[in-house]
């Protein structure tokens, strides 16, 4: 049959210079080779993590979270999340999403002159902590915001940091107190952004787990076969694949309308697929995929904390059933 | 990237929904799978065509508006919105009419189709035999060369709608001595109510006849009722299957109201928190569907060609369209067991959702194998 | 390791004179082959239902409810589970679990004396219903009991029959009023008994889609193997097996203690394992399996009934946590 | 039937109930995968022994009770549900104890187990090696035939304890030229700190050095620590597998006690409807775990052979054990992502249920081919 042409404005697919962009971030993360910095990362060695959030930021990904009147590219929520999706396939560490989240927040003219321009440059790095939440990397980042009660604040300092499941991301309660930054922060946005941004990292971890898993069944051997010639295994690799091809427009859909229940969706579906995909690459790698030292546990164990990360997918659910109602 | 549509094409939608809220009955059709219900959905169609609806995305020239894929995504949504009547019309301009338009030639668009929009002959699809389910290279039936045309012979099974309707559309096997047993085959229109056509329906679960058994016995077909040459049936039949996988079989607009539906019933119900994850798990779904599809329209108007990737789709619609059911059915209680209800309806036709067009076992197998590359094996 | 012998009175096997009963009832049922007295019993034909009905009768089936005062060989829950189990497994049509619920609610002396030998005998069936719900086959049942705002009533007559999902079971409302049996039923009882009835009944189903679907997937080929060796395939019937197998002990365990929380355990878990049981079955079928013509169909649509019927899954899991509290 | 137990069973789980309840230790021990924690387990081994309550089901002359297996789930009942820590000693006492009753000499019980019920010796597993998972017959690991007994060369992979423990038992093959793959291996127990012996700790997904790589380089082993005679390892390891994934590898006491933490975890969440059915469920299979152990345990007194039903088991529980720290973590929200939790140790604990003990894809088999019949075939 001859379709015609789409007659409108309707357009869904990425253009050649969201699709460069992604391949320029994938090989400038490919080239730096992540996962030495993830493990440093996780022993509170800063450098390599440093050095490769500086050319991160140089490729301009902080910055589509800041307007351009800050010395920013955005808001450009699609650009952002096709970014984050390669963020989590290179398993990249450090309190990224927690930036993004503190760019949408800082949007008053006082703070927004003095902190954006330095995230956008990445000179400076961001952790947000809801009341009662834990910040993630609170120990590493140079700005320290705290959503009270009577608004946000810049944190005076870090409590104790704790380990997560996820030994690249260390959890730390901010300390009370410290300079009133805004008494009405806009914290709707900076939740819509930080989902937005963690849906599209467990996408890409989901997405990272799959391709390592496809390459590690096709490889080894077992009764006389390649595991990845066995129909179970097929069947539970080709179940993954279904749960993230059908996340991924879920996270590009709702970076193009970034309503509450488009990102919502999205982080529960992304969420879910990347955890599937983490328990399924486990399963078919076995006990060498149960170790730390293999690189495999880097993805394993980031896609069980972003699932939970800015809002559970239960929390998610009820999101949707609330815009829906 | 934009999702937003354009004013003309909002103006298409609403013009479709004006015209559907004018003319959806408001008492559901009986069950398009009773002779009853089967009349009343023909002449649904025969409305349908009579507003120029009955296959948007036709050329004007067969019955249609050459509207375009956005459009038809559109009139899909709005028409399963509207609560608007099942397609009985569903093999011929899903399964057929792509064929024609592909394979065929004008003389056959030109005979089959507006009779086709117009709802004057339903078409019921005849690709299976009772040994050959998933495995179409296994097909037995016979077409034999004859004066004028073919002369075709043998068993088709699960042929639905034919049990009420008027012509089917199949391979049979046209040169036994074909070197593989997918090559030789032929892709034939032929009369239901031809000399030598047996109809045996058959009841699906709920003893309603969804599909038919299929007895040819020497069934004279003229040549020009033969799609493409004999011999390339497989190849014709392997577009339509891809086809019948991919956009066109379950528009995003069955699942949006499916889970609106859904919604409804559960705060009819009173919201009860234990089913909460599950309908919100429908309503992400519908719109993963319908994104899904965007994406893949668009890829297709770009010039893509949707290949194996319909497997995706085939798994993940027909799976959601079950669980959706089922959570309707939980929701329900005791009034769930009731088999005379539009969602007991429902429930029984999703459950043959994984198994036709490809059961979904061969999909996965195609997705391991062609979309992550993983090695061919013997499946057992 | 040589384990010494139990030490204590718990026992957790069949005896030897319980299996035999299994087996008796398993081939007398298999004699009769009730497939047809299913499909007649579906076209509301009596006959050969009424004849399949005394002989279970007179195999003792329903005597197991009766307390032996009243002509009966019971309570026996113990030996009522393994019956039902057979029952499900030969996909007996009627009012059986409701039969046995009415024994369990007319233990008042007047109506015990009046009814319960008759139902021990198979002389009369019963159905029994809820306020609200449905009674199965009010239009076969010479005993129609409704259990109504102000006690267990006689119901003078049945509404018109509605089709069930489960073409063998006949729906239908109680008319309201008519003689008053009993003020105080004993409604839990009663619930406990169907409820276990149910949930042994289930269990046969899913074990007998089960052994269908074993012998079907060893015999069709497609692709030049019989199915049953593709291992997706031998998976997914393992993972049936696992449900029901985990399933059977939960029944037998509940018919020992007969508390609530283990009923509902076991209903809970039965009716689950018996569906998932009939969804793969209907899925290794394929086509042939949605046809009602085909007998798989008997059981398929019971299993989905059964599911629902004494309680949903969903109900059975809320007295579970009821009970735990 | 009759699930009461008798007085005397009472008597004896009352008094194991006191006994923990006076000695298990009010703070968690710390993790047995650290240097700490195992030698905290290790000293809570030696009160253990110290009741006589190490190896309850033990013939008394080696530090059981002789208590039959009834009391041995009652005692496991009590030990889980008091909080008690969990068990250094398990690979010993659950496999290789069982080998050495049903294989080795008496000798080697009263050499061996006294000093494992004591928890003098600790003991790990070496089953696997790099390149043969859940496929023993593939095992590579040495043994050459020397003066007075064997050496033993070559590479062992996830020796779960062998971080800290002092020996270990595992198969090397003593037989190169032997017919089949899996003959011609020997059952042998070996000293972790003999000279030849490297050991290098592995650390789990948390970091915690829960197994470690054994490199064999010449160790000698006297005869007297061979099971069995050489070249019946696999057939002796085989019934140490069924052993391992039956009885005694997981209790229903372990999975009533985390059923029962759940469930109040659940309720100090303000007992939230959306996960009231994860919750219900999680009491309900660990009731099921229960009465199916028993339903097993009264058919092994009746005379029974318990065979490839094992698998039904091995794929149950480590299914259940994941479904319920999944839970676990889902009800704690944010919390659930901390890394220092018992319910973060306890989550990553599960995570290798369904691999080791052979992987559940290989129990599914055995399930299909075993006790469905279903034909073989080459899985791929």
């Not at chain 1, 992540?34 to 022993?43: C, E, F, M």
Request: charged share 25%; glycine share 10%.
């Amino acid at each position: 049959m001859t379709w015609p042409q789409a007659s409108g404005p309707m357009r869904f697919l990425l253009d050649a210079e969201q699709r460069a962009f992604a391949q320029s971030l994938d090989a400038m993360l490919g080239a730096a080779g992540t996962a030495a910095a993830v493990r440093d990362w996780s022993r509170g060695e800063r450098g390599s993590g440093r050095a490769l959030w500086s050319r991160i930021a140089d490729a301009g990904v902080f910055a589509l979270a800041v307007p351009e009147k800050y010395e920013g590219l955005g808001p450009r929520p699609v650009e952002l999340a096709v970014a984050f999706v390669e963020l989590g396939r290179h398993a990249v560490p450090g309190p990224l999403v927690e930036t993004v989240a503190a760019a949408a927040l800082l949007r008053d003219p006082g703070p927004a002159e003095r902190f954006l321009a330095a995230l956008a440059s990445g000179r400076s790095t961001a952790t947000v902590a809801r009341e009662g939440s834990y910040a993630l990397d609170g120990d590493a980042a140079t700005l320290r915001l705290a959503l009270a009660a009577d608004g946000l604040r810049l944190a005076p300092g870090h409590g104790p940091v704790r380990p997560s499941l996820d030994p690249a991301r260390r959890l730390t309660r901010l300390l009370p107190g410290g300079e009133l930054l805004t008494p009405a922060p806009a914290v709707d946005r900076a939740l819509l952004w930080a989902r937005l941004a963690t849906a599209a990292q467990a996408l890409g971890v989901g997405l990272a787990l799959l391709e390592r898993t496809v390459a590690h069944v096709g490889r080894r051997v077992q009764f006389g076969a390649p595991i990845g010639s066995f129909q179970a295994v097929k069947h539970r690799l080709a179940d993954v694949k279904i749960a993230l091809e059908f996340a991924r427009p879920l996270v590009l859909g709702a970076a193009v309308t970034m309503t509450a229940a488009d990102v919502a969706a999205a982080k529960a579906s992304a969420g879910e697929a990347a955890y599937a995909s983490a328990r399924a690459a486990l399963q078919l790698h076995g006990a060498i995929g149960y170790t730390a030292e293999y690189d495999l546990s880097l993805w394993l164990t980031k896609a069980r904390a972003l699932r939970t990360a800015w809002g559970t997918p239960d929390e998610c659910r009820a999101e949707v059933l609330r815009a829906h109602a | 990237m934009d999702l937003a549509h354009s004013p003309a094409d909002e103006a298409f939608r609403a013009e479709a929904r004006a015209w559907l809220h004018a003319h959806v009955p408001a008492v559901p059709l009986p069950s398009l799978e009773t002779a009853e219900g089967f009349a009343a959905h023909r002449a649904w169609e025969a409305e349908l065509a009579a507003g120029g609806w009955s296959a948007v995305n036709w050329p004007t020239r067969y019955g249609g508006r050459d509207c375009g894929l956005t459009r038809w995504l559109l009139f899909e949504e709005e028409y399963y919105a509207a609560g608007a009547p099942g397609r009985v019309s569903q093999n011929g301009v899903s399964l057929l009419a792509p064929t024609l338009f592909d394979h065929g030639t004008e003389e056959q668009r030109s005979r089959v189709l507006p009779a086709m929009a117009a709802g004057e002959v339903v078409w019921a699809q005849a690709w299976s035999e009772p040994e050959a389910g998933s495995d179409l290279a296994a097909l037995r039936a016979r077409a034999v060369r004859a004066d004028g045309g073919w002369r075709l012979s043998g068993q088709k099974a699960w042929s639905s709608r034919a049990a009420f309707a008027d012509r089917a559309f199949g391979l049979f096997r046209s040169d036994p001595d074909a070197g593989a047993p997918h090559r030789g085959l032929g892709y034939f229109m032929f009369d239901l109510r031809a000399p030598g056509v047996t109809v045996r329906p058959v009841g699906r679960l709920d003893g309603k006849p969804a599909f038919a058994e299929l007895f040819l016995d020497e069934v004279f077909v003229p040549d020009e009722d033969v799609i493409g040459r004999p011999g390339e049936g497989w190849r014709i039949a392997m577009s339509t299957a891809a086809n019948e996988r991919g956009l066109t079989l379950r528009s995003p607009g069955r699942f949006l109201a499916s889970a609106e539906r859904l919604h409804a019933l559960w705060q009819d119900r009173g919201s009860p928190p234990g089913a909460a994850d599950r309908v919100a798990d429908a309503l992400i779904g519908a719109r993963a569907y319908q994104l899904f599809t965007w994406a893949a329209a668009h890829r297709f108007l770009a010039g893509e060609r949707l290949g194996p990737e319909s497997s995706l789709n085939k798994v993940f619609w027909s799976e959601y369209d079950i669980a959706l059911h089922e959570t309707a059915l939980d929701l329900l209680g005791e009034e769930g067991e009731r088999g005379d209800t539009d969602w007991a309806e429902r429930y029984v036709f999703s459950l043959a959702g994984p198994i036709y067009a490809g059961a979904n076992e061969i999909q996965r197998d195609i997705v391991a194998e062609r979309l992550l590359g993983l090695p061919k094996g013997r499946r057992t």
